[in-house]
T-cell receptor
């Protein structure tokens, strides 16, 4: 078990550019979550996947944001036409729902985005 | 999900027990209490969770009151590496696992 991994760890981009982040969940975890965390605040839920299906999106996820999990394994989060307000830590978490009734999620180290 | 209330900050001397309180008076019967911590610039780290009974693992103990309206996370022998933001979260039922983080408690462990 290598844990949840995220790449890149840091991304600096200019306003208006597109960026894409990748999350590799813990092997066999069927649920994958994306959160965003701004400075001084707790993480906020963005969206989640059950296998390859995206089942819920937060109102925080504007139409410039898109997430995919094409084969039910890794996931990508793309932000188009980035704005300075998109600067944040983007966190990914995964969870195994098979045979469990709890919501324990395991987080990755995050991708810190800075939009200049 | 039920909301939680935690103190903004707490201090603890190294080697002493750190007791972090959390109020969750609107918790539902099928909701669990989770504790995570976040060390600066890292992702949140799962610590422990419980439903009704007290729980203990290698990291901490969780004491849940009988009415389940509050809980306390105990770090039995705090070290400098335990300095972090600690989040108490209530989740379960129909929330599909979405975790709602509050502001958390900033725990500072002093030498």
């Amino acid at each position: 078990d290598t844990g949840v991994s995220q790449n890149p760890r840091h991304k600096i981009t200019k306003r208006g550019q597109n960026v894409t982040f990748r999350c590799d969940p813990i092997s066999e975890h069927n649920r994958l979550y994306w959160y965003r965390q701004t400075l001084g605040q707790g993480p906020e839920f963005l969206t989640y996947f059950q296998n390859e299906a995206q089942l819920e999106k937060s109102r925080l996820l504007s139409d410039r944001f898109s997430a995919e999990r094409p084969k039910g394994s890794f996931s990508t989060l793309e932000i188009q036409r980035t704005e300075q307000g998109d600067s944040a830590m983007y966190l990914c978490a995964s969870r195994d729902t098979s045979g469990q009734s709890t919501d324990t999620q395991y987080f990755g180290p995050g991708t810190r985005l800075t939009v200049l | 999900d039920a909301k939680t209330t935690q103190p903004t900050s707490m201090d603890c001397a190294e080697g002493r027990a750190a007791n972090l309180p959390c109020n969750h008076s609107t918790i539902s019967g099928n909701e669990y209490v989770y504790w995570y911590r976040q060390i600066h610039s890292q992702g949140p780290q799962y610590i422990i969770h419980g439903l009704k009974n007290n729980e203990t693992n290698e990291m901490a103990s969780l004491i849940i009151t009988e009415d389940r309206k509050s809980s306390t996370l105990i770090l039995p022998h705090a070290t400098l590496r335990d300095t972090a933001v600690y989040y108490c979260i209530v989740s379960g039922g129909t929330s599909y696992g979405k975790l709602t983080f509050g502001q958390g408690t900033i725990l500072t462990v002093h030498p």
